[in-house]
């Protein structure tokens, strides 16, 4: 989806400001749509255009924040109470449940720290919370360790964008090339999990 990268992510941004950006980190976990939505490379894009004054970086960020924590607890709201009925539905181009076995696997190897490594990757990020209700994951260690993961995240990479053009401002004349860097980092860890698996 060419609207995500580069150039027109800058103008997407732009258009939708701090309340569309809201949206788009909400709907990555809240409605599970997160395969097709580039959180890390959009948190990174919006922490620049704030260094440039298209946006308010202290309404950003906490907005960034609340919209995570929001979209990661409907997500295991969605898992707690559908539970096994997730598993039956058939797949749509939104849903696969390989997705959903995949966040399941990264459960079974990381344990609870998934919720807290699963931020930072693609994908697994849409469908950790959704397996964690799923598995009936005591709500209150859901809740803390989701919090200080969407705090770590959403103020992180808000910040990296914010002020690395400031301390690097030659990259400004490069900043697609920057994003499109950020989005390839940001499924390294994906990846690697995914070329391990088979390799087991």
């Known amino acids: 989806m060419d609207i995500f990268h580069g150039e027109n992510l800058i103008e997407l941004i732009k258009t939708i400001g701090t309340l569309g950006i809201f949206g788009l980190v909400f709907c990555e976990t809240g409605l599970l749509i997160g395969v097709f939505l ?85 994908v697994i990020r849409t469908f950790a919370p959704l397996v964690a209700g799923v598995g009936k994951m005591p709500y209150r260690r859901f809740f803390f360790i989701d919090l200080a993961s969407c705090f770590i995240w959403s103020f992180g990479l808000t910040l990296a964008g914010y002020y690395l053009i400031k301390v690097f401002p030659s990259l400004e004349k490069n900043l697609t090339l920057v994003i499109l860097v950020i989005i390839a980092v940001s499924f390294v860890p994906a990846l690697w999990h995914y070329f391990k698996g088979k390799k087991n």
């Open 38 to 122: 580039p959180g890390d490379s959009v948190l990174f894009t919006a922490g620049f255009l704030a260094s440039q004054g298209f946006l308010n970086i202290y309404v950003l960020i906490p907005t960034i924040f609340v919209a995570a924590v929001i979209g990661d607890n409907i997500g295991y709201l969605w898992g707690y109470k559908l539970g096994h009925k997730i598993f039956s539905r058939e797949d749509s181009v939104i849903f696969h449940k390989d997705n959903v076995r995949k966040a399941q696997n990264f459960y079974e190897k990381y344990g609870t720290m998934t919720l807290f490594l699963s931020r930072y990757v693609p």
